[in-house]
């Protein structure tokens, strides 16, 4: 009878799931984001990071670590500039004025900025709101990029960088082409102004991060001050250099939001639950459907990056302002997302949070450590050796210069035109070529632009002597000549 008991209970044990094998799991789970998370900061220099994780409706993980530029340890309530991840928050607010029944998708936008004016293509096509949402307005990148990053301050900065924007050319005849261009987002944030008669941070603060929770994240610099937002950290070959610090009140529609990993993790589980209770389904369902296709399986919505994939559907966004990066991913099949940010930036080594959120990723789907990708710096790193070795041609030859009693002047003269030439048209040929302004790839890539300056001053300094020596100088040929003329007179 005895042994039959003890059967009985064994299968029974072996019947019920085992809740500290579950917790087993869990715990080793977090141990192995943990380790990854402090792993991947001390390879990619991160002075700063925050980490959350929400998963089935609840915090899976919430981790912060390392310091802010000013000293201070990082929280999960510390303030982070989270980019482009401002653009879902920014669509949100628009899907809610479509559920209120405010606007129309398909609206062309002069009905609600009568005074921005455009140059169409040749269709005359007009800009919606849909093409504004999905960047496909045909606005180009630069044109937006030309208006971001400049600290305009103040309730009138989004109106201001608009009409700064006015008489804009499209180069794509609107919907056809998807353009990635912060100037799309401007324009979103403008609208919500016009048609709430409200500034795009109260419509925000009272329609949007109120409901959801969202205590800690601000929309408008004055906010963000209040709420202890400090300057993140430029990267410099990899080293974090404390910045000046960038905020933009006319960037708060797409790049300048502040916010937490504690309230960025409730807009997730707004994000999980499919939208509460005030905003309807059909809405939602737009908010985080796929739009315009870019590549295999990946599309544009309405301010999310989409995967299409029926094995593997999410949406993710990634963002950066001159001193911070961040990283957004859901995944609603799995029933899971999360936020990273961190405080340093340098779009040349943009990789290093794309591998950290894939790295996350795999320890929550497969439970395994991935291994931390190398940062190389190879493109920082080529242009100091391009530096060095033109500093060293421009050395050897003014020492040439220097030793030389006399010289072939055309040769020195056509040196140094060509130096000063190339000095004048570097920089705009980079910017050019790399379809961005200026201002943002010294912003964006400190260290690369100090190099590149550093360039043109020695090509000016080198081409100046070159011209200078020229006319000093006698001309090899005269005076060859005049020392034969001498040698037969004798």
Known sequence: MKKALMTIVVICCMAIPSHSHVRAEVTNQKELI????????KEYEIPGASLAIVKNGEILFQQSYGKQSNGDPVTDETLFAIGSVSKPLTSLGIMKLLDDGKI??????SRYLPDFQYKQTESNKEITIKHLLTHTSGLSSYAGMVLADRNLRGKDAINTAVQELSDESLIHEPGKVHVYSPANYLLLGRIIEIVTNQTFSGFMDNEIFNRIGMKRTASNVLKAQELGYQPGFQSWLGKPVKSKGYM???????????????DMSKYIRFMLA???EWLSHSTFSQYTSPQIHRKEDMYYGYGWRISANPDEPYYFHGGETPDYRSELFINPKENYGFILLTNKNNFAEVLSTVWMRDGVRTIIEKGKLPVVKTMDHHLQLSVLFITVLLFMLCCGNLYVLSTKTSIKKRVWIFIGT??????????PSISYFFNTPWRSINLYAPDIGFFIKVVVGMMILHGSFCLLGALLKRNEQSYGAAMNTK????
């Open 274 to 276: 499919g939208g509460d």
């Open 418 to 427: 060509f130096s000063l030439l190339f000095a004048c048209g570097l920089i």
């Open 487 to 490: 040698g037969n007179t004798t």
């Open 248 to 262: 933009d009140d006319s960037g708060m529609p797409y790049g300048y939001l502040a916010s937490t990993s504690v």
């Open 34 to 41: 943990n380790q990854f998370m402090k792993d991947s900061m």
């Open 104 to 109: 129309d998708l398909d609206h062309e936008i």
